[in-house]
Each structure stands twice: as C-alpha cells, then as structure tokens.
C-alpha cells in the first residue's frame, strides 16, 4: 500500500497536483479526485451534445428519399413526354415544314421577331444545331442582348451591314465599341473612320481587322489602344502609307499586311520600328511610293526576333529580292510563301534556314527545283510541316526520287509529322507515287525517326489518265490504317474528291 503524500507533495498539490502525483507516483487527495470526477462527469455530458440525435439522421434519410423521388418522376416524366417521342429528324422536317430552305429577309422592327433563342426548349435546341441553314431564320434583340452583356468584353464582326437593317444594328451597337476588344470589318459599307473618331473608343481594343480601307483612313486614336497587339490590313492603299507611322508599332506582336505591294525599304521601315513583333505578313514587289516616297534603303542587315512570316510577293519582285536578303531572323520557326507568278527565288533560302528552328514550311503555287529544295530541307532539321502546294499545270514538279531516298532513312527532316505534296502523274507517271508511298514505309520502320502522321497528295492529271486513275496501293494502305487523304486535280483547275 502506497504511503501518504510527503509534506511538500500536500503543498505542492493545490497548485499543481496532478503533474506533481504523476511525476512522484503519489495519491490524489480527496478532494481533488472529486474535482476530476466532476471534470469526467462534464465530458460525458459533452460527448452526449456532440453526438447526432438518432432522430435527426431518420429526418435527413427521409429528406433524401423524396428528392430522389422527385428526381425519379421528373425523368419519368420527361421519358413519357410526346415530345421526346418524336426522332429529331421528324422534328427536323417539321421546322422544314414550318419555314422556307431559302433565307427570308429580317424584318426592320427586328425586336418583333417571332422566334427568339431563349423561348426554345432543350429538344428543340438540338434541332436548331442540327439544321444550320436554319439559323438565319432565327430573329433576336440585337440591342437588348448588348445591354444584357453588361461591361463584359465584345468580339464585333461588322459584314455586309448594309441597308437600313444594317444601319439600325450600327446605331445600337456604337454606345457599345468601349468594350470591344476585337473588331472586324470587311464591310465597304460603313467605313471605319467611325471606329476611331476618339480615343476613349479604342482603350480596350485588343486586335483590329479591316479588310476595307478607305485611302483617307486616319489611326492616330489607336496611339492610345494599350493593349492593342494585333492588326491586321487587306488591300490597303499605298497612297496612305503614311497611316501605317500612325499605328502603335512598337507594341504589336501580329501584324498582316495583305494584298498591298510594298517596296522592301518600306517593309524593313516597319519591322524596325516593331520590335516586339512575332508574327507577321507583308507583300513585296513594286510598291507605290506615294506622296511620301520611299524610305532610304537600309546600309545595314537588319535582325528582327520574328517568329512567323508569311510572304507574298508580286511582279517587280525580282529588284527587290536582293534587298531582302538583308533581312536576318534568328528565330525564325514558320515560313509561308505565296508568290504571284508561279516561281521561287533562291534569295529566299538563307532567311528561311538561317535559324536552324524552321518547324513549318509551305510553298504555295511556287515550282522549286530538286536542289533548292534538298537545300532547304538540309537546312530544317527541326521541320515538323512542310507543305509543297504548288501549281496545278504541267509546271509542277514532283518530289525527286533522291530526296524521297533521304526523307525515308531520316537524313532529311527527321522530326516530320506532317507532308502535303503534289504528284504530277502526267509527267513522272504511278512510279511516282510509288517512291512517295515507298518513303512513308521505309520512314516508319526506321530507328529513331519520326513517322509522318498525316500525308495529303494532290494529283495533277491532264489528259493521259483521265477517267483511269486508280491509286490501288494507296488505297489498300489507307484500309490498313495510315491516315493518307487525296485530291485529283485536272489542268483545268477542277478539283475531283478521293472516292470514299
């Protein structure tokens, strides 16, 4: 039997007696065994508060039980409905029914129209996405869904809006242009000066697309578009080039300029005053001065971190190719080239594959011959997409058979995922295509090459096979599996699909 606490112990337990009779192994006195007591005694009756009432689950189990219930007639009854009785192709006919195939003007007093989006049921909706001719039939409040938007950002493609149809939809949508963030208009209609009449007008515009340029057309309200980072141009007047200085170049990453002929001084003017641009387009040939006159032509190469161009080039190109190969992109990774006439300019090799990053290639309408070509592509190791479109006439040339060799060992554009190419059968004949498939086969069991993915021939025939040609081995890889599409083209531009 334990002996009774020491002097000290008795002392010391007042204060700190639980830890000191741990500690020493010593007995609690009375009264502090009944305080621990009443300590437990409270903590039963916690533990009893805390714990769930068993009635309370009984109520939430019952609770659930009715809405799965509800949940369950619900779908029965939209089971049994006679609407989801009916196919949607029934439904289909009955909207054919209903309205004609040929779209009827919208009325002037567009807020009476009869159907509206929102008033279509869920059944219907599915009809409404399966018969898109359908669409234009389908009359909405253009105003009252610009004020249902808020201060929300706008995307605004403003074509063909002419007439008095068009003009009530503009007059509704200019308190609006503050939230646009993207605008388009190829519309010759409504000129754009409306657009850029102020400042405040533009301060959230993001990117711009006219392809309607009128040759008085002034940006200077675009110096203060901020976040303004895409533009894009067509047909733009060379007249007005001195609009272009007004554009906040320094702060665009995309820029298109299309189907304007461009001295090179003028286009190597842009790109230095456009640092920050990453993708862009531009036409080179003989380019109208205007009342401006061209720049001086550069002394020096110029280096722009370019990482897209697309090129198209015009007569008068062949003065200004020598220029261009001034021009010195190192990070050059996508190259598109549309030439006017149907030639390529070997100029145009060293700006392609001075990067060594090139990772898309197309050549559009431009013959190339065997050598160019092997060049290029030595010059490619990184190439992922190359697409030879080249003209439909007895100009095209196939892919030579010593290319195709290299291409299917891999010492030719090893990392090649995707090839378009044209085969003039007239010409080379079915041997051809044979190397061609040849390469694929030879390229996909070889170690450590990429196979080519997805393979699109066009077919350029003109006369000697019409009517009696079958690409029978073609065929049979496509049934066994290789993702290889065709057209056959005849020299008088008219495209025939591949048979199903």
Known sequence: MSESPSPQAQQALPDDDLAFAVLHNDLLALSTQRKARNLLDDEIALSKVQTPHPSSHALLDDLRRRQDKAAQISLYRSAIAPVQKIPIEILATIFLHFFDIVPFPIPYQSYRGEWNLP??????????????????????????????SGESSLRVTLSHCGGPLGLEHLDCFVPHLHRTSHLSVDTPAIAPDFYFSSPELVKSLRSLDIRWIPGNCDFGSLQTAQHLRAVSLY???ASSLSALSQLPLSQLTTLHLVATPFFATHVFDILAHSPNLVECSFCLGNGDPGEAGAPPAPLEPLKHNLHSLNLYTYEGFDQEGTSVQRLWLPQLRHFKFYPDIDQWDARLAPIIIRSGLLETLLLKAAPISSPDLEELLRGAPNLVELSLMKAYSSRCKTIAAEVLQDMGSGVLVPKLERLVCTINIDTDGLAALDQHLDMLERRRAAFGVQHIERVRFVFVLEGIYSGGFKPGRLQKMQLEGWDIEYDIV???YITIPAPP
């Open 235 to 237: 047909a733009f007047p």
């Open 119 to 148: 008033l279509v049921c869920k059944k219907w909706h599915q009809v409404f996405w399966g018969t898109p001719e359908l669409w234009s039939n389908l009359v909405f409040t253009f105003s009252a869904t610009l004020e249902r």
């Open 490 to 492: 005849y020299s008088a």
